[in-house]
């Protein structure tokens, strides 16, 4: 086999080992024509993105393939993935929807819970967001300990 096509071979592996890593190789002004060019002929209705690749995508893209992910079946039976999704949406948004998830009876599944809105205020790049997140902290302890 060629160089040529030991490499070609190579970056096939990498493309299914890590699906965002051409969208990480863009500028982030092209990620939006190149996601949608190459998604255009695809129904993308029942699809779940990586969250890696969800993160690269521009603002507003990002929050309308999120919005769809949560309706798809896969996603929003799924608690860890779900609450992993929604904290790609807009601070308040996820915030609204994760609230009630920091009230599970299991300790895992408010932490991992939590986590998503942490998450979801740095994804927003807003430090008013991500103090808002980590000032609610100890009022989760004190709800959970009562």
């Known amino acids: 086999m060629s160089l040529l096509g030991r490499r070609a071979d190579r970056a096939r592996a990498t493309v299914v080992a890590d699906p965002a890593r051409p969208a990480r190789l863009l ?15 695809v129904d993308l209705g029942q699809i779940v993105l990586s969250t890696e690749l969800l993160a690269l995508l521009p603002r507003q893209l990002r929050f309308e393939q999120t919005r769809r992910m949560l309706t798809v079946p896969a996603v929003a ?31 895992d599944d408010r932490a991992l819970a939590y986590q998503a809105v942490v998450a979801s205020a740095g994804h927003s790049r807003q430090p008013a967001a991500v103090l808002a997140a980590v000032a609610r902290i100890p009022t989760y302890r004190r709800k959970r300990s009562s």
């Open 77 to 107: 039976e799924g608690n860890h993935s779900r609450w992993q999704i929604t904290a790609l949406l807009p601070y308040d948004e996820a915030f609204a929807l994760l609230e009630p998830e920091i009230a599970q009876p299991d300790a």
């Open 27 to 41: 500028p982030p002004s092209r990620r939006a024509a190149v996601f949608e060019g190459s998604t255009g002929a």
